[in-house]
């Protein structure tokens, strides 16, 4: 796969490459900046700050200060749906950003965004207002903060910035760091008004996603427990700024909200553990877990029989497509999260992942947290601020006593786990870090899997190449995927796919078989004595 690469490249991406050993995962290159002219998958960081992390707070404002494009490109195109309840206002339809032309690249772009502020303001009358910076707004010196703080003064509503340049960092990654950083500092903790609930938890790191987030909090209200926030799937600003008020926080996408959900526990005292709720298995597996911190037994009760209920009704659907499905493979080139919580469904399905790799993620993501202190930042990542956060001395609460996590930790129970995606993938399987165009290409051609789950970008060059691609980061404008019902779309999309007859209709049949005869040629209607001639195929193409 790597033959075709100069010398330099080639030792490069070797780094990013391995094969698989679940019980002592090699350790893998990634978060390193892309090699100029791979034709990476990766965005920016301005993509992972305000399209993944802020840009599905429905009833934040969100201005992109810079030139059109960056505004232009993000608007609509991650499928984070929002349902705000009658008399909550949702922004999401909207685009807005500052449009710089060249006399603010020359002279400065902060009267205009301060404008631009008024103006939306006048418009909207929002709560909330946030700006995100794109790539000339670091390099021409605007101060968006500075902006920021003083139009917050003026207006007297929430306002704050974020220096998510695109050019910072390696990848969608820094402005997720960026992004939590941002909303701890400014949102977190400004009302301190909990819900009235028995079991009240976070559900970090999911973005609602052709409705995942609804799906799972339908399931877990169904088991009697109540979800303050989901950070950031249809969330509102106020839920936002109460989210410091549960007693768990459950993280989903590790890679994208793990710097919020640690920064949770140092100043609140809240704790969390990681979960998946993609995959029937994992879902139960999930459930069980939040029963056991809480340690109740009529919410344990609830939970088994929840899960018998749900099961009873997915078991036929996915036995039945397992029938179909089952020893297919699978490879998987997606983000920082579900190249690894997909492999789950899969599983369900009877198919096996045999290669998969992250565009964005972290060693700790493909080797589990435990290798965080042996990670090194390299000079990429070293702008990305590291925010000190203390206890709050009037609002820190233990929500266990020493005890009683001592209990849980007896019983097997552990908190701030992820064992990453390597741990869970079979041995000698192809784990590839940061997949560029030529080796998902070459992956075809050695591998070939039945499906292929990736993004918009490589889709119809991989079914182009005869394979089904799942999109895992739009869902084909499907879903949802999340949860029981989720999980039965899934499998039923997925059967659809490798089994529809289209794959097999790709190579002509005469290709395979030169007997096959050919059909009878159609000749012209006004037939002419040229026609006739051994010059007749060429006549009939003029
Ligand atoms: S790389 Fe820069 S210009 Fe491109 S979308 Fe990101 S912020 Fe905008």
């Not at 992109?64 to 490109?73: A, Q």
């Not at 101060?143 to 910072?168: M, P, Q």
């Not at 042996?374 to 005890?403: C, G």
Request: aromatic share 8%; with cysteine; hydrophobic share 35%.
């Amino acid at each position: 796969m790597l033959k075709i690469y100069p010398d330099k490249t080639k030792k490069k991406r070797a780094k990013q490459f391995l094969l698989n050993d679940p019980e002592n995962p090699p350790q893998i290159a990634a978060n390193t900046r892309t090699i100029p002219g791979i034709i990476t998958q990766r965005g920016c960081t301005y993509a992972g700050c305000r399209g993944v992390v802020i840009g599905p707070m429905h009833d934040v404002l969100h201005i992109t200060h810079g030139p059109i494009g960056c505004s232009f490109y993000s608007w609509q195109t991650r499928r984070n749906l929002a349902r705000p309840t009658p008399g909550q206002i949702n922004y999401l339809q909207y685009s807005m950003t500052t449009d710089m032309m060249e006399d603010e690249i020359i002279f400065g772009g902060e009267k205009k965004l301060a404008a631009a502020i008024r103006e939306a303001y006048r418009i909207f009358k929002p709560k909330a207002i946030a700006v995100y910076a794109t790539c000339p707004v670091g390099l021409i010196g605007d101060d968006i903060h500075t902006v920021c703080r003083l139009a917050k003064e003026e207006l007297g509503i929430n306002i704050f910035g974020f220096s998510c340049e695109g050019y910072k960092g390696v990848s969608q990654s820094a402005g997720h760091h960026i992004a939590n950083n941002g909303v701890f500092k400014h949102m977190v903790g400004l009302d301190d008004t909990p819900d009235d609930a028995e079991f009240r938890i976070n559900m970090l790191g999911e973005y609602n996603i052709g409705g995942d987030a609804w799906e799972i909090d339908s399931l877990l209200r169904k088991c009697g427990i109540h979800v303050t926030a989901t950070l950031s799937g249809d969330i509102s600003y106020e839920q936002v700024t109460r989210c410091h008020t549960v007693d768990l926080n459950i993280v989903q996408c590790h890679r994208s909200i793990n710097y919020m959900a640690d920064m949770m526990e140092k100043k609140f005292g809240i704790p969390w553990f990681k979960v998946n709720f993609i995959g029937a298995e994992t879902t139960a597996k999930s459930l069980r877990k939040i029963a056991k911190y809480f340690d109740s037994k009529k919410l344990t009760d609830r939970v088994e029989e929840v899960i018998a209920q749900e099961m009873a009704v997915l078991r036929p659907i996915r036995d039945d497509v397992r029938s179909r499905c089952q020893g297919k493979t699978a490879a998987l080139f997606v983000g920082g999260s579900r190249a690894h919580h997909y492999q789950d469904l899969f599983r369900d399905m009877g198919m096996k992942t045999i290669a998969a790799g992250y565009e964005f993620a972290h060693r700790d993501d493909y080797e589990g947290r435990a290798v965080l202190p042996t990670i090194k930042i390299d000079a990429d990542s070293r702008n990305i601020e590291e925010i000190s956060v203390e206890a709050d001395p009037r609002r820190f609460r233990a929500r266990k006593t020493p005890e009683q996590n001592a209990a849980l930790e007896a019983g097997g129970f552990t908190y701030k786990d992820y064992e990453g995606m390597m741990k869970e993938m079979s041995k000698n399987t192809l784990v590839i870090d940061d997949i560029s165009h030529h080796e998902i290409e070459k992956l075809i051609e050695i591998y070939k899997p039945d499906v292929i789950g990736s993004g918009i970008k490589e889709k119809f060059i991989i079914e182009k190449l005869g394979v089904p691609c799942k999109q895992l980061h739009s869902y084909d404008y499907g879903g949802p995927y999340a949860a029981f019902t989720g999980a039965a779309n899934f499998y039923k999309e997925i059967d659809r796919m490798v089994n529809t007859k289209v794959w097999k209709l790709v190579t002509a049949p005469w290709k395979g078989d030169p007997t096959v005869p050919a059909r009878p040629v159609l000749k012209p209607k006004d037939k002419t004595a040229a026609a006739e001639t051994d010059d007749a195929p060429k006549a009939w193409k003029k």
